[in-house]
């Protein structure tokens, strides 16, 4: 028994010897919650929630995914490795030959192998927040080091500032148009100017249908230039983790030697395919949300104390001005953040000093827009 304590003891303290030293003191990704969990923190029922936090579509997915899912006969066999009906599909859908498209886990999992492919430890990352947290999190994860080149102002990327700190350890610039929280896009020449830099050159089009605005076709072209996509927003298939990257084929076939064989499970390529299957039905629920979209824009407009953002995206960015009355430590956007959570609508608030004052809102159908208004006039008054 002694003996077993002191085994014991000695493997807890090694640990933190063995651990990678970035990891233990790398700041964590924050997440979004589930419905089922945020109907337990609002105590409200999940049918009482308006979830607005995540970018989600809130149209769900097709109903062909559902008759897919169910009907899918082969869920006790592995997935194609070579995910050959998804990339034939994705062909179609693209325009561009499957030799230059690579499926993941979600667009998530793409930007992760992209990084294992190209960093050595203290390689680094170009990132231009505000911006989504998924690049300086894979980043960190697979031992790059993230340079920060933040956007000005009016949340443009800062060609200057880029190109003034790349060096021969700079692997890769990332950038989301549109952009997340942001919602603005990237002109066909500022990716050319990236592009020319002769860095691998991300771009995030996770919002691609909403904007209708894409810089796939560039790819044949170069042989630093990615786009990547993903079926979570558009397609309504958050849940079950599909993305996609557009690549320059010799990139393209690296991935696919490092890819884990079987990176996307059965269930997410049925839904897919059942997707691009149904791609009328989804377009007009993309319109519906771009139309509900400017609704929603022009009447945040009307409050005097906020300022929404315009987006090309799902969602809108808003700055919370003047909350003069109050004399919370909180900033006025968290304090708003959290009165909307008390009656059950989740926006997006984020912990970093840039952000402080702003919220992001993911557009969802006219009542939630009607809902959200009203709570947000309440909060005013309360
Ligand atoms: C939501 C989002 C993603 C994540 O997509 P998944 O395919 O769900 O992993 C990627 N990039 C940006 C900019 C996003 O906002």
């Known amino acids: 028994m002694i003996f077993y304590f002191y085994h014991l003891v000695l493997v807890e303290m090694d640990m933190k010897e063995l651990i990678r030293p970035e990891l233990i003191t790398m700041k964590s990704y924050t997440p979004i919650e589930p419905m089922d969990i945020l109907s337990q923190r609002a105590e409200l029922s999940v049918e009482g929630i308006i979830k607005l936090d995540g970018n989600e ?4 997915c097709s109903p ?15 997935p194609d490795p070579e995910q050959r009906r998804l990339r034939q599909a994705l062909e179609k859908y693209t325009g561009l030959n499957r030799e230059h498209i690579v499926c993941g886990s979600g667009s998530d999992e793409i930007i992760d192998l992209i990084l294992r492919l190209f960093l050595k430890p203290g390689d680094k990352v170009i990132n231009c927040p505000p911006t989504f947290g998924m690049y300086p999190f ?8 993230v340079v920060d080149v933040p956007r000005d102002e009016g949340f443009t990327i800062d ?35 990236l592009v020319n830099t002769g860095k ?8 691609f249908e909403f904007s209708n605005v894409t810089m796939a076709n ?32 010799e990139i393209a076939s690296y991935l696919m ?49 906020l300022k929404p953002y315009p987006s090309s995206a799902n969602f809108i960015l808003c700055s919370i001005h003047s909350n003069s009355e109050r004399r919370s430590e909180e900033s006025p956007a968290k304090e708003i953040w959290r009165l909307l959570q008390k009656k059950g609508i989740f926006v997006r608030y984020f912990d970093s000093p840039r952000l402080r004052n702003y919220l992001r809102i993911s557009v969802g159908k006219p009542e939630d827009t009607e809902a959200l208004i009203g709570a947000l006039k309440e909060s005013m008054l309360s």
């Open 57 to 60: 579509n809130l149209y769900g």
């Open 64 to 78: 062909k995914v559902y008759q897919a899912l169910a009907n899918y006969p082969y869920y006790y066999i592995y």
């Open 138 to 145: 894979s980043t960190a994860v697979c031992g790059g080091k």
């Open 159 to 193: 060609l200057a500032g880029i190109r003034s700190v790349l060096d021969k350890k700079t692997k890769v610039i990332s950038v989301a148009s549109p952009n997340n929280p942001t919602g603005n896009i990237i002109t066909e020449q500022e990716i050319t100017e």
């Open 200 to 207: 691998i050159v991300m771009v995030d089009e996770a919002y």
């Open 218 to 249: 560039l790819v044949p072209n170069y042989s630093n230039l990615i786009v990547l996509r993903t079926f979570s927003k558009w397609a309504g298939l958050a849940g079950l983790r599909i993305g996609y990257g557009i690549f320059p084929t």
């Open 257 to 305: 030697k490092i890819k884990q064989p079987y990176n996307v499970n059965v269930a997410a390529q049925a839904a897919a395919l059942a997707s691009l299957a149904d791609i009328e039905y989804l377009r007009g629920n993309v319109a519906k949300i771009v139309a509900e979209r400017e609704r929603l824009f022009n009447k945040l407009k009307e409050l005097e104390w």
